[in-house]
Every structure is written in C-alpha cells, then in structure tokens.
T-cell receptor, first 115, second 116 residues
Framework: ETGVTQTPRHLVMGMTNKKSLKCEQH?????MYWYKQSAKKPLELMFV???????ENNSVPSRFSPECPNSSHLFLHLHTLQPEDSALYLC??????????????FGPGTRLTVT | AQKITQTQPGMFVQEKEAVTLDCTYD???????LFWYKQPSSGEMIFLIY????DEQNATEGRYSLNFQKARKSANLVISASQLGDSAMYFC?????????????WGAGTKLIIKP
C-alpha cells in the first residue's frame, strides 16, 4: 500500500448505528487530518492530530469521535448521526513543520450516507 | 468574510486550449502560502502547485502555472494545453503564518469540464 488509504470507501448507516472510518498513511508523516466535504461547500477541517496528539477540534459535534493510536492510523468513530452528516469524509496526512510550504496528501475518502 | 474566493463554480473548455481558474484571497498576514489541488471524480485530492507570498517568480509545475498578483491578492491557476483528464474539481487553499497550527483554508472549488 502506498500513500493514504481509507476504508470503507462507501458507508450507509442508520441514525442509531455506530460505525468507524479508518485512515492509514504509509508516508511516514507526523500529522493527520479529518475533513468533511459537503456539496458546494469548502472543505471543513474537523480534527488535526500532530504527533498523535489532537491539536485542533473545530467545534465538531460529539457524535464524531476521533482516535489516533499511532502516527500511521487515524479513526473517526460515528454514532447517532444525522442526515445532514451525509458527506465525503477525507483523511489527509502531512509532514508538519515550521513554515508554510508543505502539502497535505489525501486519501480517496469515504462517502457516508445517513438514512 | 470568505478568505478564499473562487468565483467560477463551473467551466467548460475545449481540449488543447489553455484555461485559467480564478482564486482571490484575503489575509492580513505578510507571510502566507497558496495551494492548488485537483479532485477527480474518484474523490482523492491531488496537490498541484504551491506559491509562497515572498516568492518573486510565479510557480510552475509542468502544464500548471500560478499567476500570482500579490497586490490584487489573486492566485489564478493556469493550465496550458488542456487534456480530457484535466476534467475535475479544482480547489484553491491558503495557509497563514499567524495560524500556529498551519491549517489550510479552502475555497469552494471550480468544476472544470474539458470538451473533446
């Protein structure tokens, strides 16, 4: 495996279900991110982990719970979601450092539908 | 106020023509970085090009170039000799030095469709 992988690619869940999204990066990076992408809206940064510590939580509802057990893996645990949570969830990683010019590498995303 | 504005929700361009995708930004920082990403229908965001605010020359990467006009706060992406595979969503993003977490701020994107 290379780059950033995400599983599952597609997920349909009911509002009472509990599920988890998984992200794995094979790039040796030290930071990982969860983004939400809804139609016709800019990407919304949800969570940032740097060196396995959460450094950003952009007012995300508690029904989304991230977990970063090590620098290569990132999970997003989902429970009691709402239909408006249906979106593409993108994971990204980067070699975060001082400076501005480092890019983020993205996975293919998980298309989530909440019924 | 939006920090990144992409005024073109969608564009149709004939194959082999050059295309310019607009991006304007708003920041009070003197030091910032600007990025362009491509998102094909497969969903993965692909990094294309980067321009630093202190870079004197416009960035270029193969068929991609960035028309950076600092005074106008614009960072337009130029794709030369467009190809069918260039059909995708294109996003402009910015990173500001005042943000200690160096987060990317994203525009809403432009959907580019290349016609054969």
């Amino acid at each position: 495996e290379t780059g950033v992988t995400q599983t599952p690619r597609h997920l349909v869940m009911g509002m009472t279900n509990k599920k988890s999204l998984k992200c794995e990066q094979h790039l040796g990076h030290n930071a990982m991110y969860w983004y939400k992408q809804s139609a016709k809206k800019p990407l919304e940064l949800m969570f940032v982990y740097s060196l396995e510590e959460r450094v950003e939580n952009n007012s995300v509802p508690s029904r989304f719970s991230p977990e970063c057990p090590n620098s290569s893996h990132l999970f997003l645990h989902l429970h009691t979601l709402q239909p408006e949570d249906s979106a593409l969830y993108l994971c990204a990683s980067s070699q975060a450092r001082q400076g501005l010019d480092y890019e983020q590498y993205f996975g293919p995303g998980t298309r989530l539908t909440v019924t | 106020a939006q920090k990144i504005t992409q005024t073109q929700p969608g564009m149709f361009v004939q194959e082999k023509e050059a295309v310019t995708l607009d991006c304007t930004y708003d920041t009070s920082d003197q030091s910032y970085g600007l990025f362009w990403y491509k998102q094909p229908s497969s969903g993965e965001m692909i990094f294309l090009i980067y321009q630093g605010s202190y870079d004197e020359q416009n960035a270029t990467e193969g068929r991609y170039s960035l028309n950076f006009q600092k005074a106008r706060k614009s960072a337009n992406l130029v794709i030369s000799a467009s190809q069918l595979g260039d059909s995708a969503m294109y996003f402009c993003a910015m990173r500001e030095i005042q943000d200690s977490n160096y987060q990317l701020i994203w525009g809403a994107g432009t959907k580019l469709i290349i016609k054969p």
